[in-house]
């Protein structure tokens, strides 16, 4: 029992860290994926002001717990369809949007 805990801990070792990112939810309309869009904020490299980039990615919501509006945080995974390479951790804050 305990040799199969360390085998698993080693193979997350191995494997590192998943990457994380916080975005809001912009559309639920596919079935179990939905569309998240991240902003960052970046410094232009000649003009030195700040420069927001938004990316969308499309995320796996196993259970639809996620609705449009929610802040949600996402972590990488292996791929699961053409564009979809993250799934949903967690929802952090619900969205006050009436449906």
């Known amino acids: 029992m305990a040799n199969e805990a360390a085998v698993a801990q080693e193979s997350t070792?191995?494997?590192?860290?998943?990457?994380?990112?916080?975005?809001?939810v912009t559309s639920t309309k596919m079935q179990k994926t939905i569309v998240v869009k991240v902003t960052r904020a970046v410094q232009h490299p000649l003009y030195h002001r700040v420069v927001r980039h938004t990316k969308k990615y499309y995320v796996h919501d196993e259970t639809g717990e996620a609705h449009v509006g929610d802040t949600v945080q996402i972590a990488s995974t292996r791929p699961l369809s053409k564009l979809k390479r993250w799934r949903l951790k967690e929802v952090i804050q619900r969205s006050t949007r009436v449906a």
């Not at 070792?13 to 809001?24: D, F, H, K, N, S």
């Open 13 to 24: 070792a191995e494997r590192g860290v998943r990457q994380e990112l916080t975005g809001i």
